[in-house]
């Protein structure tokens, strides 16, 4: 799935699992046979430190880079920059991504998911299209922002991975690495599983990999957080005008 005209997976399709849902990334190397593998006493320790912290999760605002990455029939990489939003208040859910850059190039895309309902700008064309009815999609949406263990766990079957330190932009921060697979036999027809490295004790992700075939995956990383600082009233909004078209999908 490109993003290059319209934005989709987005992320993590759908916009964000219909947007995101449809994207991807590179599989992880398998572990040698003399390795341990991480216990599942360890798995259920990273669960449930996020479900300590998603109690707390109120709002976070991050630099992105998402890469779609195809193999086949030719390598291509396509990048975008931006700057992600979510919001949680109980159980409602509220993201938005503004993009700056698309492989180099100034883009003031942007796409939103409020209300279950997901929204998509291209200023290019001036239209807004919307996509009704995503409600389903929250939990996949929230994948690593605010979720809890029992939110991954509803969804997923989790394997632990181990710990990894990556930088979150201000420093280097020990991730637990997860691989995710759908539950939902549809919803794997067009992702094979997600890996996420995720911070348990602020319940984001500093990286997402997408992983929908062996040739088509979608890397996410995100940096420099602001946590619980609220966002800014213009974060689930477009700039649009008078001349703006709307459709409906």
């Known amino acids: 799935m490109r993003l290059r005209s319209n934005l989709v997976p987005a992320a993590p399709v759908l916009v964000a699992v219909a947007f995101a849902a449809l994207s991807a990334c590179i599989f992880v190397p398998a572990a040698r046979a003399t390795a341990a593998a991480p216990s599942d006493d360890e798995k259920a320790k990273v669960l449930e430190r996020l479900n300590q912290s998603a109690s707390t999760f109120h709002s976070t605002s991050a630099d992105v880079e998402f890469d779609t990455i195809e193999t086949d029939p030719v390598y291509d990489k396509d990048v975008q920059t931006g700057v992600v939003f979510y919001e949680r208040a109980n159980s409602a859910v509220r993201m938005g991504v503004h993009l700056t850059t698309h492989n180099n190039r100034p883009s003031a895309k942007a796409y939103t998911f409020v209300d279950g309902v997901v929204k998509l700008f291209e200023p290019g064309e001036d239209t807004v299209t919307t996509i009704s009815k995503a409600e389903k999609y929250q939990a996949y949406i929230i994948l690593g922002f605010g979720a809890s263990g029992r939110d991954l766990e509803a969804k997923w079957n989790i394997t632990y991975l181990g710990s990894e330190n ?12 997860l691989e995710l697979v759908p539950k939902d036999p549809d919803l794997r027809k067009n992702l094979q599983k997600v890996t ?15 992983t929908l075939s062996s040739t088509s995956s979608r890397v996410c990383l995100y940096s420099n957080f602001k946590m619980n600082q609220g966002v800014p009233s213009d974060a689930f909004k477009f700039k649009t005008d008078s001349k703006t078209a709307y459709r409906t999908q």
Do not use: H, M
């Open 196 to 210: 996420i490295w995720v911070d348990p004790d602020r319940a984001v992700s500093l990286k997402q990999i997408f």
């Open 166 to 177: 990556l930088s979150d932009g201000k420093g280097q921060v020990k991730t637990e690495k």
